[in-house]
């Protein structure tokens, strides 16, 4: 079984399914529509390619929470269109995303994270990363939650990491899934989005090791010196 790990990183974020118009909300960990949006934008594929968008779709998800993020709230006013919306976010979080399915795909999603054909941005497009999604060894031969279970945690400081007890997963989940929430999408199109119904569990997980480098070794990619 083959699982795709990237990081999701950044000082806000905000990731949401069902927000009305004037209120928009956010989730406390990234939603499976809003990752695979992020993916299509990294490999370049169009809000009206549906097969290609499904096929996304269809790869197991989870997410591992490193660091639980704080809701914030912002008055935020559109002048030139006189309008006016109460926005929620999510500030300093850390999540690291996983994807099991077919591996040609996965390798490239991974290629497509390694170099974006757009913009990536954390839900909304106020929210870009502030590290990029790709890591080096990403791509595993382990089942999903083998795989989120033993990669190193994605912090930075030794003193937050021995503070931690356990991180919160959550994943997609069979018919005995706990939460149902309209997050499996089918179309981006502007006018004619569509989702599916989803289900997902939410669990905890032993901490995992510590290794300061491991979601920055693609900091500063350097190319291969040409003979």
């Known amino acids: 079984m083959t699982t795709l790990l990237f990081q999701v990183v950044g000082p ?14 956010t989730q406390k960990e990234p939603t499976k529509s809003g990752i695979i949006g992020m993916v299509c934008a990294a490999m370049g594929i169009d809000r009206a390619n ?4 499904r096929k ?30 109460q926005r929620y976010y999510l500030n300093d979080a850390m999540f690291l995303i996983g994807l099991e399915g077919d591996e040609p795909l996965l390798q490239l999603v991974q290629n497509g994270l390694k170099r974006p054909k757009w913009n990536l941005f954390l839900g909304r497009k106020s929210c870009p990363p502030s590290r990029p999604p790709f890591l080096k060894a990403g791509l595993q031969q382990k089942p999903l939650l083998d795989a989120l279970g033993s990669y190193p945690w994605l912090g930075q400081s030794k003193r937050a990491y021995n503070d931690l007890k356990r991180l919160r997963v959550v994943s997609d989940a069979s018919k005995q899934g706990l939460s149902i929430s309209h997050d499996q999408p089918i179309n981006f199109q502007k006018g004619r989005r569509r989702f599916a119904p989803r289900r997902s569990r939410s669990f905890f997980i032993d901490k995992p090791s510590f290794d300061a480098q491991a979601s920055y070794p693609n900091m500063f990619m350097q190319t291969e010196a040409k003979s």
């Open 12 to 25: 806000i974020q905000a990731w949401d399914w069902q927000s009305e118009h004037i209120v928009k909300f």
């Open 50 to 53: 549906t097969q290609s968008i």
């Open 56 to 85: 996304l779709a269809a790869l197991k998800f989870a997410v591992r929470v490193d660091q639980e993020g704080t809701i914030m709230y912002d008055y935020h006013t559109i002048f030139e269109e006189k309008e006016v919306s």
